[in-house]
């Protein structure tokens, strides 16, 4: 399954601007959700599937989504920024890619990266350490945010 992020108005079927509410049944409508475990309680807004991608949304004040954060899965599904598969390519490369459309800033030395025009945002909880140290080497959740959110 290809999950589209097109900042910063949509993140796959959840659009910026939707009520919290509307956008959680979407949540549940997305293929391999899973819902929670009896006796266990989710956050609001929060969901994981079977691939293991997981996804949070954020509300404003006005009850309205203001950001979806996806978390990367470990199999079944694609997360697409126009033609860059965020997850599935190293984190150097997804941001020369992004460099290559729009202006992005790199912060705590590539831990995360920022595209403010298009309101994207990438993070990872580690860098690798060499060549060969897989830890960090690819982005674990990307943001797509409404106008605003980071004001």
Wanted: hydrophobic share 40%.
């Amino acid at each position: 399954m290809d999950f589209v992020l097109d900042p910063p108005r949509a993140a796959g079927p959840l659009r910026v601007g939707m009520s919290f509410e509307e956008a959680e049944q979407v949540l549940q409508l997305i293929d391999g959700y899973q819902p929670p475990r009896p006796g266990n309680r989710l956050n609001p807004g929060f969901a994981h599937y079977d691939s293991e991608l997981s996804i949070a949304l954020s509300q404003d004040r006005s009850g309205s989504v203001d950001a979806v954060e996806v978390y990367r899965p470990s199999r079944d599904v694609v997360v697409l920024f126009r033609d860059i598969p965020i997850f599935d390519l190293p984190a150097e490369e997804v941001i020369q890619r992004l460099s290559n459309i729009t202006s992005v800033e790199i912060e705590d030395d590539g831990l995360r990266v920022l595209a403010p025009n298009l309101l994207l945002s990438l993070w990872r909880s580690v860098l690798p350490e060499g060549p060969d140290d897989e830890d960090g080497r690819h982005f674990e959740a990307v943001l797509v945010a409404a106008p605003g959110f980071y004001g």
